[in-house]
């Protein structure tokens, strides 16, 4: 089997976590941002995750991968219940975390950016999605203070840092991977409590080394 990903996509995010927590034994590929070619040769469009099976067969979408990988590999992981409220909470400042986000992965150090012309292609993709990417670095100040009152909501929603995991965490954990590289960003105590957990239980790195 392999999972190919870009470094930055949190919806890759979701089954890194579980490769790590899982610590299964599936080598990664990072695919070029201007590499159209690989991912429809294996999924007929350019996205990804997308895990190739051993049988050669491809399977897109990151819930389906997640939900594949654990069963495939005993014991299952995501045995706690569905959690709507932090689904709630990842749905509404998703979008927030994201206008902070991508503007700082343009300019970032990461394997599908490797080439100049790989980064210009992610850059007009992100164009396209966003709009003026500069402009959203100088609403920094104004995007965090939409956030902050939201990252103290989820200080009260959080799960215990060593409780029984399900997909509600899996979605959540990405959102806070890309918030690592807003130098500025705070995470609250018992949130950052929990997301640390995970990154030392997934041997995951987040982006925080290249916070800007
Ligand atoms: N619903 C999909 C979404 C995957 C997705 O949107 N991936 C983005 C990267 S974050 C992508 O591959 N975009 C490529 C493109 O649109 O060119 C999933 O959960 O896997």
Redesign the pocket.
Known sequence: MKLYI?QH????LRVLLLRGLKKLDLPVQVVLENDVETPTRLIGR????ILQKADGSAM????DIVRYLDAQFAPPLLTAAERPALDDWSERAGKLIFRLAVPRITRGDFAELATPEARAAYIE?EIRAFGDLDALIAATPELLAELNPLLTELDGLIPPPDGELGESDIRLFPLLVLLSIVKEARLPPAVAAWYNALLARSALSDFSAQAQ
């Open positions: 870009y996509c949190p919806f890759c350019k996205k990804v995750p897109p979408e990151s819930m993709r």
